[in-house]
């Protein structure tokens, strides 16, 4: 049985279609619909049902599936321990975030493949959060405070932020104070998010609100320079408004506290000896220390 129909059944089973699955593995559409069919002659079974929506798993093709995946990872560990040291190759897929990870990030992948020639590497760059599993990806770069999951994370370094606001804003509605004047503001936000200050010791926390929210920091920080509110935002975003004058940090007496950046994969035993690389080569990059996995 071929490693690469059981690795391409995997990848087509995830992404729900022949054509998502393609891209994901670089190859065409006809390559991965021949990969499946020699799979399923093998089998005497029929793993997939293909629809006009894209492909679903039959009920052998959800029986097989984590065989499938088990399988595939088995054998990359057991290239990894056959050579430890050697060069890496085959695929890795990471997601990074938009506004960080083209500047700080992109950087290290590059590094990693001038390093390693043979490994075929795979980015993408947004700003939501991905699955994972679903998506296909081997890991992703996160940065902030992390959601409960069931995903293993890696802190890897920290990045620091500010709230700031633009002396037009400043000088039409005032500056807040305290964490409890926030409330009377108009809060440029991701989402729903939660904001953290530190009083002392202690850690306060508020909910802001707002009319104008963006997934990205960079558009945030633009909202934030044409004075439509105040902004909770990391310094690899704001130093160049910061030092222009377009945006003052505001709040001074309440810092943020740091935001952690971390290596995020699917749940496992180890991780794959790419994403061990890569992590260190972060570390390395960022000036972080090593640290334990934590869940």
Known sequence: ???????????????????????????????????????????????????????????????????????????????????????????????????????????????LARRHPRMHI??????????????????????????????????????????????????????????SDIASHQALMQGTEAWQFMDGDRIVTINPQGRYKADNGIALAAAAAAGLGVAWLPDCVTDPYVASGALVPIMTRYPVPSAGVFVIRPPGQHPSRKVRVLTELVIESLGGKPARDDH
């Open 1 to 111: 049985m071929d490693i690469d129909d059981l690795r391409t059944f995997v990848e087509v089973a995830d992404a729900g279609g022949v054509s998502p699955a393609a891209r994901r593995l670089g190859v065409s559409k006809s390559v991965v619909s021949r990969r499946l069919f020699r799979l399923e002659a093998e089998l005497g079974v029929q793993l997939l049902a293909r629809t006009t929506r894209g492909a679903a798993l039959t009920e052998a093709g959800v029986a097989f599936r984590e065989h499938a995946a088990r399988a595939g990872a088995e054998i990359d560990a057991a290239r990894e321990t056959l050579q430890p040291s050697g060069d890496l190759s085959g695929r890795l897929r990471v997601a990074l975030p938009l506004t960080f990870g083209p500047t700080h990030l992109a950087p290290v992948l590059a590094d």
């Open 122 to 179: 795979h980015s993408s760059y947004s700003d939501r959060f991905v699955d994972l599993i679903a998506e296909g990806f081997d890991c992703a770069i996160r940065v902030g405070h992390l959601q409960d999951s069931n995903l293993v994370a890696r802190r890897v370094g920290e990045i620091g932020g500010k709230f700031l606001a633009s002396p037009g804003y400043i000088a039409e509605h005032g500056a807040p104070e305290e964490p």
